[in-house]
């Protein structure tokens, strides 16, 4: 799995995460989860395959919010255990 962390300017309410999730949606269908966040100025997609960091850039920046950086990196996911 591939977490693809996006930094975003120009969201200020939670109607701009969510137009922005919507974005990233259309351009990625294959994301698994995407969440916004207009305090971090950050959106992090979790997919299952290695996502086209410039088609997020430009399906972004098409909403009229700027991409300030992308990193794209391994991600696990963590499992809760009662046991360790």
Request: glycine share 6%; net charge positive; with cysteine.
């Amino acid at each position: 799995m591939f977490k693809t962390t996006l930094g975003v300017e120009g969201m200020s309410c939670g109607m701009c995460e969510a137009h922005v999730n919507d974005a990233v949606r259309k351009a990625f269908p294959a994301a698994k989860k995407i969440s916004s966040s207009r305090r971090k100025k950050l959106t992090e997609v979790i997919s299952e395959v290695e996502p086209d960091a410039d088609a997020l850039r430009r399906a972004i920046d098409a909403t009229g919010y700027r991409v300030t950086g992308c990193r794209v990196e391994p991600f696990e996911k963590k499992r809760f255990s009662l046991f360790r």
